[in-house]
């Protein structure tokens, strides 16, 4: 049997940050990814026809890369304004409290830019807002987080054991952070 490669095309993104507004997602912080698309006009218009609609519909899958098990995808199809998909691929090791801020947010805003485009230097700079429901994925990420995060600490010299209690620490410390809301 053999097995096709999907034709999705993936960006990595190029700059991150969070965004709060005691409007948007009941005052939670909210990662903000800068997607370098290149030649894609197609997403640029995307971001640009959401300006002029209160709401879009799309729909959201995590995958894992099938070729490359240490690198995680989330799948966005817009159905309106216009259809696209397209993903925006992750290292695990590299990007986890991104993922996992995603995750926790239930929200990503995306944004088109060049690495050194800072979020804080581009607040208004067109931006659409994904809802990222929960997919049941949250246990599955759950284990692969724990595995990054030991085998992290296991690469810094910490042993097995301690890899595990510092990797619980750090989570729960990252966490927490995610639960922060702006007040009203």
């Known amino acids: 049997m053999k097995i096709e490669k999907s034709k999705l095309r993936t960006f990595s993104f190029a700059e991150e940050g969070l965004l709060s507004s005691h409007n948007i997602g009941e005052g939670r912080l ?107 994925i949250k246990s599955i990420w759950s284990q692969m987080l724990n595995k990054a995060l030991i085998s992290k600490y296991k690469k810094m010299g910490f042993s097995r054991t301690e890899s595990k209690e510092i990797t619980q620490d750090h989570i729960l410390k990252m966490r927490e952070l995610w639960k922060i809301r702006q007040n009203q």
């Open 30 to 136: 909210i990662p903000v990814l800068v997607l370098d698309v290149g030649e894609n006009q197609d997403i640029n218009d995307l971001i640009q026809m959401h300006d002029s609609i209160i709401a879009g519909d799309a729909a959201i899958t995590w995958i894992q890369d099938f070729y490359n098990r240490k690198d995680f995808i989330l799948r966005i199809k817009f159905i309106k304004p216009m259809e696209i998909s397209f993903g925006i691929r992750f290292k695990i090791s590299e990007d986890y409290s991104i993922i996992d801020g995603i995750i926790q947010s239930k929200g990503v805003f995306i944004q088109t830019g060049k690495k050194g485009d800072k979020v804080s230097k581009s607040l208004d700079k067109s931006k659409i807002l994904i809802e990222v429901p929960e997919t049941g």
